[in-house]
């Protein structure tokens, strides 16, 4: 994985450390924390104009899985995906960030949060992503999922919220509407959550923190 260099100016670091203090109590206390436009409006400005300005080639079909595991799935989720890897200003911003908020609660939370991988996705009209949950007990070393939404005007009829479920009972879940600057944060393996159908082009980004699963020689992540 690429190291990111820290920034200690990077947008306000008040604003940050206030939502990253918010962000650390609410993991603590439920598991999860939803923060509606909570997202510096610098950093979403600059992340939108890029994604809706990348060339459609830069996006390839999701899937699900990983390695030997990894398959397309068209039943499970439709949406179309794009790796960030700091090749663009934007995306550099972004993980600069998402380094910071990792080694805030890395200091808040004992978590060892060694790495962070995460990407845009694009959900055209019709698109969703059926009810999943981004770890398996034992399976992976994804410790915490992220999602922020890149959409400046978002209406009840566009649908695409994320529902974010509280266990595996919970049949009705809360719902998120995924406009400009929302920030969720969740516990990987505790929370099963879907995208339902968008009725318009929904752009967002989701992430996970994760830990060293190294064994021998074969490094988890890999770099």
């Known amino acids: ?12 670091d008040e604003f940050n450390q206030a939502l990253f203090e918010r962000i650390a109590r609410d993991i603590e206390k439920k598991g999860y924390s939803i923060n509606p436009a909570a997202l510096p409006i610098g950093l979403s400005a600059i992340l939108f104009d890029h994604v809706i300005q990348m060339s459609g080639s830069k996006f390839e079909n999701a899937g699900i899985g990983r390695e030997r595991q990894y398959m397309k799935n068209h039943f499970v989720r439709s949406d179309e995906i794009c790796w960030i890897n700091g090749e663009s200003d934007a995306g550099t911003q972004w993980l600069n960030w998402a380094t910071q908020l990792q080694a805030y609660l890395n200091r808040r ?8 991988e995460s990407h845009f996705a694009h959900y055209s009209p019709g698109d969703y992503y059926k009810r999943h949950v ?30 974010l479920y509280r266990n595996q009972q919970d049949r009705d879940g809360i719902r998120v509407t995924p ?3 929302t920030l969720v944060v969740f516990l990987s393996e505790e929370f099963p959550h879907e995208v339902l159908v968008s009725n318009q082009d929904r752009y967002s980004i989701a992430g996970w923190f994760r830990v060293n699963c190294s064994i021998e020689n074969r490094p988890d992540p890999p770099l």
Do not use: H, Q
């Open 1 to 12: 994985m690429v190291a990111y260099e820290l920034s200690s100016n990077l947008y306000c």
């Open 109 to 116: 939370l004992f978590l060892g949060l060694f790495s962070f």
């Open 134 to 163: 981004d770890a398996f007990n034992g399976k992976t070393n994804r410790i915490l999922s992220l999602a922020t939404y890149l959409n400046p005007e978002w209406l009840p009829e566009d649908g695409g919220e994320l529902v």
């Open 179 to 181: 406009v400009l600057g």
